[in-house]
């Protein structure tokens, strides 16, 4: 069982930037891909970028070139460094784990993932 406590979540205006860290219990280092998706309730849920346990990564066309993944194996912590904030970035960013394949973090697929954290709220202001 991986549990999974994102943060870093808050307000900002548009053109902002906000730093999301995921703290993964116990360590999900060289087993689990993980990634950051994004949903508000009512929409379709979103992949937003995605990074594998040799730390390969691949990234959602909306967010290319604005966001980062990266993770601190030795803290056993992911990130998402989101630069650029756009209005419509607005929304719940989910961090998630997989086990499923080296290479599944390319789908960007929420259904492919299996431990999921609670959540933290981005709202960019225009």
């Known amino acids: 069982q991986v549990q999974l406590v994102e943060s870093g979540g808050g307000s900002v205006q548009t053109g902002g930037s906000l730093r999301l860290s995921c703290a993964a219990s116990p360590t999900t280092r060289n087993t689990y891909s993980m990634a950051w998706f994004r949903q508000t309730p009512g929409k379709e849920r979103e992949g937003v970028a995605g990074i594998n346990p040799d730390g390969d990564t691949t990234y959602a066309d909306s967010t290319k070139g604005r966001f980062t993944i990266s993770k601190d194996n030795a803290k056993n912590n992911l990130y998402l460094q989101m630069n650029g904030l756009q209005p419509e970035d607005t929304d719940m960013y989910y961090c998630?784990?997989?086990?499923?394949?080296?290479?599944?973090?390319?789908?960007?697929?929420?259904?492919?993932?299996?431990?999921w954290g609670q959540g933290t709220q981005v709202t960019v202001s225009s």
């Open positions: 998630a784990a997989t086990v499923a394949g080296v290479w599944i973090h390319k789908r960007l697929n929420g259904d492919d993932y299996t431990y």
